[in-house]
């Protein structure tokens, strides 16, 4: 997968420049955040290291609970000058939240442009929601990211802390988040992008997917939703974005997928099929959208070598064609 290479090899070097730590914002504790740790990766990009009651440790990848912050080139040189803020959500198979920044190309798309980037831990297989059945192992993931979260880091960074001011994007796992979360928080986000997202709960097989990964990764196949069987699937219908597609009125919507890199690419296939159902309810609510179904692109055909897969080159062309989108409709500093 495509990536930015000189981002990872920066964390892996782990030596911090002076001028790094000097241009570091602090971060604080509170809203039931407990900042442990601040890491200057770059003069841009800071991993800060957290605790919350609200998700056990072992829920996510890395043995510490991470948020990677990404700020706008000159951030610190401009004190006067709040941003907007583009909420970017990782996806599952236990991936975390240095994902955007070692896989995708984050880092080089937001260069240059006046938004900070948070990117959050989302557990190995959390689904952005509040599990049913956590069995000891709390993940509380909604409540943590909508509740603290984002108040927490209004409270440490340079922020428009109202809805104008806030956008959220994921991809695959993370693109379901984000729909998710925008759909049950209207009042939150003016602006919201799924990338090769899950958005029909319905669908078997991504049910099964879920419930797979949820096994593998924690040996609990029915902690995000329950049971994905009726008469006990109440909370898969419950969480399925179709059924919340009017959620979304006075939110700014895009959604991009394709049709996987082969015929039988079954990992694009179904969550792109989903996006398209995704599409029409936001049609049947009278929802105005931006909708990319790119297909199978041809090669050159799309920035960043897009194939129609379900990987980092569609994913970096869509974040990189989604955010001046997204930037047109929130605040600027």
């Excluded at 990404?70 to 583009?86: A, D």
């Excluded at 992008?193 to 997917?209: E, K």
Aim: hydrophobic share 40%; proline share 7%.
């Amino acid at each position: 997968m495509g990536g930015a290479p000189q981002v990872a090899h920066a964390e892996e070097d782990a030596a911090v420049s002076t001028l790094e730590a000097s241009l570091a914002p602090f971060f604080g504790s509170g809203h039931g955040i407990t900042v442990h740790a601040v890491r200057p990766i770059t003069d841009r990009l800071i991993d800060v290291e957290i605790s919350t009651a609200l998700v056990s440790l072992n829920a996510v990848y890395d043995p510490r609970h991470h948020v990677r912050v990404l700020l706008p080139t000159g951030y610190e040189q401009n004190p006067g000058l709040r941003y907007p803020v583009v909420y970017l959500l990782h996806g599952g198979a236990g991936a975390n939240s240095a994902q955007w920044v070692e896989f995708g190309a984050a880092y080089a798309i937001t260069e240059n442009m006046p938004v900070i980037t948070i990117m959050p831990d989302g557990g190995k297989v959390g689904w952005y929601t509040n599990w049913v059945f956590p069995r000891g192992v709390n993940q509380a993931w909604e409540e943590f990211h909508l509740n603290q979260l984002i108040p927490w880091v209004d409270q440490n960074l340079r922020t428009l802390a109202y809805k104008k001011g806030r956008a959220i994007a994921g991809l695959s796992m993370g693109g379901f988040g984000a729909i998710s979360y925008a759909a049950r928080r209207p009042d939150l986000f003016a602006y919201v992008a799924s990338f090769s997202g899950a958005l029909d709960l319905g669908d078997s097989g991504i049910r099964a997917l879920i419930t797979e990964e949820a096994t593998r990764w924690l040996q609990n196949s029915d902690g995000p939703f329950g049971s994905p069987f009726w008469p006990f699937d109440q909370a898969w219908n419950m969480n399925n974005p179709l059924g919340r597609a009017a959620g979304l009125r006075g939110v700014a919507v895009a959604l991009y997928a394709g049709s996987g890199t082969w015929d039988g690419d079954v990992l694009e296939r179904v969550p792109g099929a989903s996006t398209d159902r995704f599409h029409h309810a936001l049609n049947g609510a009278g929802v105005p959208h931006h909708y990319e179904m790119y297909g199978r692109p041809l090669p050159g055909q799309k920035p960043f070598g897009c194939d129609g897969g379900h990987n980092f080159s569609c994913w970096n062309y869509a974040f990189f064609d989604v955010l001046p989108r997204m930037l047109s409709v929130l605040d600027g500093p």
